[in-house]
């Protein structure tokens, strides 16, 4: 069993910040990548930050100079720190990471629940 319990939702003002966490707990052999996804009403999920094993972070383009993404890889979690947001950022976050898992040969997404992130006046 494998779980991803993400925090750090909320309402903020444009220009304000946000971080979220994520944290992958259960029987993990080892993570390949985490990242962090979201989908806004009526559009599709959309990547908007990862960070693989050992490299640096990659971002959409709308996201960039203003996100940062970060592992702690002892603890198994990732951080988004989300500066200088907008309305266009409202949407629910989703943790997503690349697990495998012990006795398992082969690599899996597992996702978060899902936290919301509204940005507004």
């Known amino acids: 069993q494998v779980q991803l319990v993400e925090s750090g939702g909320g309402l903020v003002q444009p220009g304000g910040s946000l971080r979220l966490s994520c944290a992958a707990s259960g029987n993990i052999f080892s993570i390949n990548a985490m990242g962090w996804y979201r989908q806004a009403p009526g559009k599709q999920r959309e990547l908007v930050a990862g960070i693989a094993s050992g490299g640096s972070g990659n971002f959409a383009d709308s996201v960039k100079g203003r996100f940062t993404i970060s592992r702690d890889y002892a603890k198994n979690t990732v951080n988004l720190q989300m500066n200088s947001l907008k309305p266009e950022d409202t949407a629910v976050y989703y943790c997503?990471?690349?697990?495998?898992?012990?006795?398992?040969?082969?690599?899996?997404?597992?996702w978060g629940q899902g936290t919301q992130v509204t940005v507004s006046s």
């Open positions: 997503n990471a690349r697990i495998v898992r012990t006795g398992w040969a082969v690599p899996y997404d597992y």
